[in-house]
């Protein structure tokens, strides 16, 4: 595409505390590669490399809250600790210096496996035990469990804002502690934080956002990822209705999130086609549409082929961005995020300006076993 047809992406976004010098976000990807938990040099040039790359917003991989088995994986970064804090002040600090903005996705991983078989010392936690429907693993939390964790969140929001950062991102989409909470298949509770509606589902959630709210004070950008979609059950859907879609966010964003961040394999996949067509509204235009946050979509962007199936070992060439700036013209959300094709190309976004679709490289998933 030439460089004007791409202008939409590069406006600049202010609303209220969030000022953005463009649309482009960078997807918080994981990367495993923090030993004893503690991110450093790496981390910090890795991520500047982005800002230099003229990315708008960074989001960090995530990285873990403090509570016994938030992590799912090894390498995954602490967001705790005296040590870990110092790592992450390196790399705000380094992102800042490139001209850079940037926030952590602040993380629990529930009831979930990680990729590689490794297991923490103590029992994971959940809502009642469960990893999947019918997959019991670790314990369901009790009242105090959660009490701690939705406390763990806000310390670590506090922090992020103590450090420096720009915003901070609550993960609550892909199937991990939040979203097991949400999901009906579970969270088979019968106290307060369960029940047979989405929004009695969502209480621990909105209990999260409020007491990351109460912590970070009213002028501090908070983002939440959502998803319908699960890591254990591709077709799951939390809301299969506006009303019920309604009934989730609704209460999140009367918490205190700011900015939806509604997450999909295919951003230009339609949320709800048999109300406007196969073109109509995707996840983040209906979450824009009935809440009037600010949303960001993200999926597949300049990238032939999804993520998940990257992790089966599947490769992507780069496509064009004509759906995207369409989508964007039409005001349908407000920022797009970019994992993959960020990870190949950190200056996707100065080579999109650019107009220099033939730069662009495809995404191939040897290139995770290296932080560049
Ligand atoms: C290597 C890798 C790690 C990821 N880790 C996270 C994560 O920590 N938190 C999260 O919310 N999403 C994570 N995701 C999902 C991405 O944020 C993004 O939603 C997904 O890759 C789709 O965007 P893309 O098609 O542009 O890559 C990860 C994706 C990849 C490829």
Redesign the pocket.
Known sequence: MTQSATDILFQPYKRGALELANRIVM?????TMAPDGIVGPDQAAYYARRAEGGVGLI?S??TVIDRPASRNEPGIPFFHGEAALAGWKGVIDAVHAAGGRMGP?I?HTGATRGMSGWEPEVDVESPSGLNAPGEPRGKAMSEEDIADTVAAFARAAADAKRLGFDTVEI?G??GYLIDQFFWEGTNRREDRYGGATIGERSRMAAEVVAAVRAAIGPDFPLII?LSQWKQQDYTARLATTPDEMAAWLQPLVEAGADVLHC?Q?RFWEPEFPEIDGAEGLNFAGWAKKLTGATTIS??????SG??MA??GGETSKATGLEQLVARMERDEFDLI???????SNPDWAARVRAGDAEGLKG?DPAS?AELV
């Open positions: 997807a918080p990807m994981t990367r989001l991989e995530g996705q993380w993960h989409a892909h990822r997450s394999r993200v999926g597949s962007v300049g990238l999804e993520f990257a992790f995020a970019v994992g993959r094709a960020l990870i995404f995770l």
